[in-house]
Nanobody, 115 residues
C-alpha cells in the first residue's frame, strides 16, 4: 500500500506561481511511475508530470516549460512547481503512484487560477 497526501493548493492570480507537495509513505515495491495528474470540472483526468523509473520525465503538452516536477527521496516528498499559471490550469491536482497492477491516488488539492 502507498499513501499519498497532497498540499499546497489554493487561489492564485493568472501569471502567478504555486508549488504543490506530496508526502509519500508505504511500500514502494513495484512502483514504476510517480507524478501529478489533474482533473478539471467536466473533463477527464490528465497527465501533468511524471517520473518513470527508467529515468524519463514526462510533461503534459499544456504545461511544458511552465511546470517542473521534482522529488526529495530523503524526505519521501514529491513536488510540482507551477509558474505562469493560466485560468485553464484550474483543476484538482492529484499525486499518483503507479505499478503494473495498481494505481494509487491522493485525495487531491484544488488549484484555482482567477483574478
Amino acid at each position: 500500500q502507498v499513501q499519498l497526501v497532497e498540499s499546497g493548493g489554493g487561489l492564485v492570480q493568472p501569471g502567478g506561481s504555486l508549488t504543490l507537495s506530496c508526502a509519500v509513505s508505504g511500500s514502494m515495491y513495484g512502483i514504476n511511475i510517480m507524478g501529478w495528474y489533474r482533473q478539471a470540472p467536466g473533463k477527464q483526468r490528465e497527465l501533468v508530470a511524471t517520473f518513470v523509473n527508467s529515468g524519463t520525465t514526462n510533461y503534459g503538452d499544456t504545461v511544458k516549460a511552465r511546470f517542473t516536477i521534482s522529488r526529495d527521496s530523503t524526505k519521501s516528498m514529491l513536488y510540482l512547481q507551477m509558474h505562469y499559471l493560466k485560468p485553464e490550469d484550474t483543476a484538482v491536482y492529484f499525486c499518483a503512484a503507479k505499478s503494473a497492477r495498481t494505481n494509487y491516488w491522493g485525495q487531491g488539492t484544488q488549484v484555482t487560477v482567477s483574478s
